[in-house]
């Protein structure tokens, strides 16, 4: 019963036995008292919300236009060139704004009662996340100061219709060629982006967007939590990130089979197959001759990864390979890498899968730049394209409680993530388990899907 029900009642009872007129020192009085201050404490209204006050001063964006200098800039402000010269000498040992370059974003800082610049914020990383920040003082002094931005992460969904290539669907999306980078190495393993992405094909993805903490402001995105790929033909593959307890992180299949294999799907990243492994002719050489490799197109200087660890036994110039590494990965498999614009290995070191050995070029005989590729079985020419190879080792034991209670969370919120074009459900436990995606009630903080095509 509410306590001030209890007192009314008591007080009744008092009234009708006659004990209207007791005393204070009388205990029934004294309790009424308490029950009084107790009712009274329970009935008391929340305090308001305390609303924080503006701060004193009004920030401004100002991009750097081609051939604008700091000086042009702050002068603009308000500043004296005295001052300019100051405030520049002053941010030195944080960053030269002398070299301060178009297309950046400044942040001036007016004061709200005087209407006077009182600082400069400057971006130090490409997305703002930690920033100079210069302030002038009572005395005209400036200081200047690393800031990091307060930042928090949320994970949303996305999802993309390929047209041309994932690269171009997802950079149209909005990703950051990091994140599109993260998205491929997840499956890289099962798919070769260069030769095996067809119009149609579909993903979609949770991942976190990094977020100014105050104003919302998106400033990038990070970690991508899950995805899947389904091919227009009908295949599927879908990742979960998962971090061990021993700090190691890793992509999960619904089963917690690892999404890495012995190789790499290609030992590039983004190219296109200019030429297949078989019988083709030669454009230097002008005859028809055996191709026992895969010739990968791709621009001078990009990255040429290991396909799987494995040893350099041989780093340097072979004829019409040009410069040329070559790998023994165990006592069946090798590869080469050949018409290299530099060697980024010595012969005898021991290389990881994705690691760089060297970069595209065109050195020996090569028309232009491309990647010439070769993989060897027992010692002979095998198409690679043709390979399927064992996954690695699934996820420890000791991990799988953990693992199956992020997977059970993630892929009923992945399922949910329409593709464009086709059905939205997806395996949550394995191929034909699947999952028909969360209720609004269990949702939790989610944003609409965007589409990417």
């Not at 603009?76 to 030195?92: D, T």
């Not at 899947?228 to 998962?242: C, D, H, L, Q, T």
């Not at 990647?371 to 095998?382: I, P």
């Amino acid at each position: 019963m509410p306590r001030l029900a209890l007192k009314m009642m008591l007080m009744l009872m008092l009234a009708i036995a006659g004990l209207g007129g007791c005393s204070a020192e009388d205990p029934v009085d004294a309790d009424l008292d308490e029950i009084d201050a107790e009712a009274a404490a329970e009935v008391a209204p929340a305090p308001e919300p305390v609303t924080p006050a503006p701060p004193p001063w009004t920030d401004t964006e100002v991009e750097v236009k081609r051939g604008s200098t700091i000086a042009e800039i702050l002068q603009e402000q308000g500043l004296k060139y005295s001052e300019v010269l100051a405030l520049v000498e002053a941010s030195k040992d944080v960053h030269n704004l002398e070299k301060i370059r178009a297309g950046e974003v400044l942040t001036v800082r007016t004061d709200n009662a005087t209407g006077s610049f009182s600082g400069l914020l400057y971006p130090l990383d490409r997305h703002g996340e930690e920033r100079m920040l210069v302030l002038q003082g009572a005395d005209g002094g400036f200081t200047a100061a690393k800031v990091a931005r307060d930042v928090v992460r949320v994970p949303v969904p996305l999802a993309g219709s390929i047209t041309t290539s994932l690269w171009d669907t997802a950079i149209g999306m909005g990703l950051g060629w990091d994140t599109v980078a993260d998205l491929a190495s997840i499956f890289e393993w099962e798919i070769d982006f260069n030769s095996q992405v067809r119009e149609g094909d579909a993903f979609r993805l949770i991942v976190e967007e990094v977020r100014d903490a105050s104003t919302g402001e998106v400033l990038r995105h990070d970690r991508v939590l899950a995805a899947e790929f389904k091919a227009a033909s009908g295949g599927s593959f879908v990742g979960y990130r998962y971090e061990g307890s021993d700090g190691r992180v890793g992509y999960f299949n619904a089963e917690g089979m690892s999404s890495k294999k012995m190789f790499l799907k290609s030992p590039l990243k983004f190219s296109r197959i200019s030429s297949g492994f078989g019988k083709r002719f030669h454009p230097v050489l002008k005859k028809w001759r055996s191709h026992n490799g895969v010739d990968y197109a791709a621009p001078s200087g990009t990255p040429i990864r290991a396909i799987g660890r494995g040893t350099v036994n041989f780093a340097g110039t072979k004829g019409g390979y040009g410069k040329h590494v070559r790998m023994r990965h165990n006592k069946t498999y090798q590869s080469s890498y050949s018409h290299l614009s530099r060697i980024a290995v010595r012969n005898g070191a021991v290389v990881e899968q994705g690691q760089v050995i060297g970069y595209v070029g065109s050195t020996g005989l090569a028309t232009g730049p491309h990647l010439h590729f070769e993989f060897y079985v027992n010692g002979a020419y095998t198409n690679f394209l043709r390979q399927k190879f064992p996954r690695t080792e699934p996820i420890n034991e000791s991990e799988r409680p953990a693992f199956e209670a992020m997977r059970d969370d993630l892929a009923p919120r992945l399922a949910a993530i329409p593709l464009p074009g086709r059905d939205t459900t997806v395996a949550a436990k394995g191929d034909d388990d699947a999952s028909d995606g969360p209720s609004d009630a269990d949702a939790g903080p989610w944003t609409e899907p965007r589409e990417g095509r």
